[in-house]
């Protein structure tokens, strides 16, 4: 006879099971509850029993102990034509909080996430390039602003920190116009190590453009999709991938890094999709026209005034990403490709019709063309994606890739 956990839905069986720990949740089926509550939103104790495949008691007890736990909140009861009201229950903001640190190769950004998904606080420092030893000290005062902000008993259930981070950042000096002296440095450092060290809370690592599509996946456009590309353009262009509605990290961490793919240029030459579709490229160009390159970081802004250098970006980072999507969409059946990145809306729309202008141009023959869309995060995904590492490693269940983690066991929050 099989479980009660193995009698689900087809949409549930969809989800893989994974462990659990003394930080996590009692049991995968409060997992299975809360991931199906976030993806769907408030649900009633029958729709959970239907979903699942457990019983109606077997339900009750799950949502009476996710109640307790504040990870759930009852709404007003709803009457039907016939029986008694039922009970939706939601996600309770207040059930959890996340840290999540965006370290980019020109900015390091925090941000303090509900257990709802929602931004409650979010600092930002800019710079030339990143060190390691201030980067651990800036996140030490950022988790503390953090812990000030909450107060003293809502800070308890802060549930981890998530880094969002360039794999190998020493890598590119000479294309940052970073000392290679400087960022050498990061070769040693052990960013989760340190912070782990010195904070009483799991830290998680992940590659910052994975962490992005699973902040996609978690909270935005791709809640409703179950197989998808995602390109962020950050100071680097980067991307991330969902299969069967599942983050795909890869063995180390680093799968579909697409600025590293071969794309054709302007003039034929084969290049990286780095080379071509990074905002550094058009911040070199700018800095080249003498034009104010320090507007670039200023996102709610007006980014008209690097015309005509913005217009031609534009074109050849929509042809170069178009190039890359045909290329995934010949391996990969893809319902989407999320296009977002460190830039105005205005920007990312002219963006996406650059790319949908450029793949009509390919010949795709035997090839299904993914729609291409808009992401929903913007310049914070990436932080957030760091947010959404302890969220889908400790309540959730078949919705993201492990992610690397380090840090002293803590209780559940509450």
Not at 16 to 29: H, K, L, S, V
Not at 71 to 91: D, F
Request: with cysteine; net charge neutral; proline share 6%.
């Amino acid at each position: 006879m099989r479980s009660e956990v193995e009698q689900k839905s087809p949409e549930a069986a969809q989800a893989q099971a994974r462990g659990t720990n003394q930080a996590g949740m009692r049991a995968y089926n409060e997992r299975l509850v809360l991931s199906l509550v976030r993806r769907h939103g408030a649900l009633a104790k029958t729709e959970i029993a239907r979903m699942t495949g457990l019983s109606a008691q077997t339900v009750s007890v799950i949502m009476r102990h996710l109640e307790a736990d504040r990870l759930l909140r009852r709404g007003e009861p709803q009457r039907g034509r016939v029986g008694q009201p039922s009970v939706p229950l939601s996600l309770d903001p207040e059930g959890a909080f996340f840290v999540g640190a965006k370290v980019g190769r020109r900015s390091l950004e925090i941000v303090l996430v509900d257990f709802a998904g929602a931004v409650r606080w979010r600092t930002q420092r800019t710079y030339r390039h990143p060190r390691p030893g201030d980067t651990v000290r800036a996140i030490v005062e950022g988790v503390a602003a953090v812990e000030a902000l909450l107060g003293p008993a809502a800070a308890r259930r802060i549930a981890g920190i998530g880094l969002a981070t360039p794999f190998a950042l020493w890598s590119w000096a000479e294309a940052m116009g970073a000392p290679e002296a400087e960022m050498a440095a990061w070769r040693d450092a052990d960013l989760r190590g340190e912070l782990a060290a010195l904070l009483p809370y799991p830290v998680y690592l992940q590659n910052d453009a994975t962490a992005a599509c699973g902040a996609e996946l978690a909270f935005g456009a791709g809640v409703d999709l179950s197989d998808f590309l995602y390109l962020h353009v950050g100071a680097f262009v980067g991307g991330g991938l969902v299969l069967n509605g599942g983050l795909v990290a890869g063995r180390t961490g680093n799968a579909a890094a697409l600025g590293s793919m071969p794309v054709q240029d302007a003039g034929g030459r084969m290049v990286q999709l780095i080379e071509i579709a990074s905002l550094v490229v058009l911040e070199r160009r700018l800095s080249a026209a003498s034009a104010p390159v320090s507007a670039l970081f200023d996102l709610s802004g007006d980014w008209s005034i690097f015309e005509p250098h913005l217009g031609r970006w534009i074109a050849e980072a929509g042809r170069g990403m178009a190039q890359a999507i045909a290329a995934a969409s010949a391996v990969i059946e893809l319902e989407a490709a999320l296009i977002d990145g460190a830039f105005p809306a205005p920007v990312r729309a002219r963006l996406i019709v650059a790319i949908e202008a450029s793949l009509a141009e390919i010949d795709l023959s035997g090839v299904d063309p993914p729609a291409i869309r808009a992401g929903t995060l913007g310049p914070i995904a990436r932080a957030i994606g760091g947010a959404s590492l302890p969220l889908f490693d400790r309540y959730l269940v078949g919705r993201h890739a492990p992610a690397a983690v380090s840090g002293r066991p803590q209780p559940g929050p509450g």
